[in-house]
């Protein structure tokens, strides 16, 4: 019986032990509650200095954080800011509307409309709608006062070379280069011979190119170029036309000595679209 009741005590010992341990513990939990708690109101207060700053940058930079949703704007995006709005979120580089080109911007959309950085101009970038060019050539000789006509075409992309004609229709807006060479003969003469032609832009005058030799012993050859770069506007029309011949005719035969090329530079892609 003794040995039962010591028993017993001993028991009554170990749990009045655990008892105390397990106030201890509670102790301990709740001082580090308290502590946790602690940590999240300063946590919710920097947030709440934060907060009211970072609303403020987007409200002077026209941008609300908490709509920031893909919109519809008028026409192409023409900035890293319309990107944006329409619903563009990776940096990178990305092709905008300028005033009459298209141009190449860096974005950084990690950053706000109106930061250093959100918006870098890199240069314009060269889109046409349609590739323009040509190049024709003559194998027989012309020597009448009257448009160069032309018997070949090695390369007429957008067709707006005529041959029959020699007209060059432009198809869109835009800078175009044109370089003509033919060889003029030039007969002898006591006097003086020569040969001369125009570039037409839509019946105006706008290039020369004319060789000329004052008392020729004998039959004379001699190159004549002619090159320029024109803004054209669509439908504008060009060609070259014989306007001076004394005693000379532009040769040619099957070596094609008559050129006649024009390309599309840059074009006007704002008044393509």
Same mark, same amino acid.
């Given at each position: ?6 028993? @017993? ?15 201890? &513990? ?11 708690? !602690?940590?999240?109101?300063?946590? #919710? ?6 907060? /009211?700053?970072? &609303?403020?940058?987007? +409200? ?21 800011? #319309? ?9 990178? %580089? ?5 005033? !009459?080109?298209?141009?190449? =911007? ?16 890199? $240069? ?11 190049? =024709? ?22 067709? +707006?070379?005529? @041959? +029959?004609?020699?007209?060059?229709? !432009? ?10 060479? $033919? ?14 032609? %125009? @570039?037409?832009? &839509? ?7 004319? =060789?000329?030799?004052?008392?020729? /012993?004998?039959?004379?050859?001699? /190159? ?15 060609? =070259? ?10 040769? #040619? ?21």
């Amino acid at each position: 019986m003794k040995e039962v009741v010591k028993s @017993l005590e001993s028991k009554s010992t170990q749990l009045e032990s655990k008892v105390i341990q397990l106030e201890s &513990n509670d102790v301990q939990m709740k001082e580090k509650l308290t502590e946790l708690e !602690a940590k999240v109101q300063q946590q #919710d207060s920097l947030l709440t200095s934060l907060l /009211p700053e970072k &609303n403020q940058r987007a +409200a002077a930079n026209g941008f609300d954080s908490s709509q920031a949703t893909a919109v519809a704007i008028n026409g192409l995006p023409s900035s890293c800011e #319309d990107l944006k709005t329409i619903g563009h979120t990776l940096n990178g %580089f990305h092709s905008v509307m300028g005033s !009459a080109r298209m141009e190449s =911007v860096y974005c950084d959309f990690t950053k706000l409309p109106g930061d250093e950085g959100f918006q870098k101009w890199i $240069g314009y970038a060269d889109v046409k709608s349609a590739p323009v060019y040509f190049y =024709v050539q003559r194998n027989s000789s012309l020597s009448a006062f009257a448009k160069i006509p032309f018997d070949l075409a090695l390369v007429n992309e957008g067709n +707006a070379m005529n @041959l +029959a004609s020699g007209i060059f229709t !432009a198809p869109r807006n835009g800078i175009y280069f044109f370089s003509f060479a $033919g060889h003029a003969r030039l007969s002898a003469s006591e006097t003086y011979v020569s040969l001369g032609v %125009f @570039l037409y832009v &839509n019946g105006h005058q706008t290039g020369t190119g004319y =060789v000329t030799q004052a008392s020729t /012993p004998g039959e004379m050859w001699s /190159p004549l170029t002619l090159q320029s770069t024109l803004n054209l506007k669509t439908g504008d029309q060009v060609w =070259v036309q014989i306007v001076f011949m004394t005693l000379s005719t532009l040769f #040619d035969n099957e070596y094609h000595y008559t050129h006649f090329t024009g390309f599309m530079l840059q074009e006007e892609i704002a008044a393509s679209l």
